[in-house]
């Protein structure tokens, strides 16, 4: 879903990250055989987000999920593993990140030796789902989960900023307006 993707590259922007969408990872053949994906085209990222004073690359999952069960997380696994490829596969995310990291420094677009992390974006855990669980099994791994909890208080720090001309920009102030004004009422 482009818009959600939009929405997380907009909100790592306000962290400091430079973001790209729908970033193509160029594996070759060998990577592909590793990977066990012979004729796969390129691996797409959702979005990709670097921070040069870190020298930090996140390589963004979205899964937005809005209208539907959402993420589901049980027993320390995603269900069905085959949807969350680069979390529940590890060759795979070995080779991607690897790839990708490699990628950024060639083309000029990072330093050398960037820090790769995995995250996920998600607009919905299912209710069944182990949301603690969840939180454990990204910290344990070294990723990072851009939850519903933290893309709404994102949003929240939208509608307190100073203006920006963006779609999500302006809905924040406008859904939050009246609380905003209520508070300063007081």
Not at 131 to 136: D, E, F, P, T, V
Not at 167 to 178: E, G, H, Q
Request: hydrophobic share 40%; charged share 30%.
């Amino acid at each position: 879903m482009d818009a959600f993707e939009d929405l997380v590259s907009l909100l790592l922007r306000r962290e400091g990250y430079w973001t790209t969408t729908s970033f193509k990872v160029e594996l070759t053949k060998q990577e592909k055989r590793a990977i066990e994906r012979y004729s796969t085209p390129r691996w797409e990222i959702d979005v990709v987000a670097y921070r040069g004073a870190t020298n930090e690359v996140l390589a963004v999952e979205c899964k937005s999920f809005l209208d539907s069960r959402g993420v589901v997380f049980r027993s320390g696994q995603f269900e069905p593993p085959e949807r969350y490829k680069l979390f529940s596969e590890p060759k795979a995310r070995a080779v991607v990140l690897g790839r990708l990291g490699r990628q950024l420094v060639e083309c000029g677009a990072c330093a050398a030796r960037p820090s790769v992390r995995l995250c996920m974006a998600t607009g919905n855990i299912a209710q069944r789902s182990d949301r603690s669980g969840l939180a454990a099994h990204f910290e344990k791994n070294g990723w990072r989960l851009l939850d519903d909890a933290w893309i709404r208080e994102q949003l929240i720090g939208l509608a307190d900023a100073g203006y920006e001309n963006d779609v999500a920009t302006v809905t924040a102030k406008i859904l939050t307006r009246r609380r905003r004004t209520r508070r300063r009422d007081q």
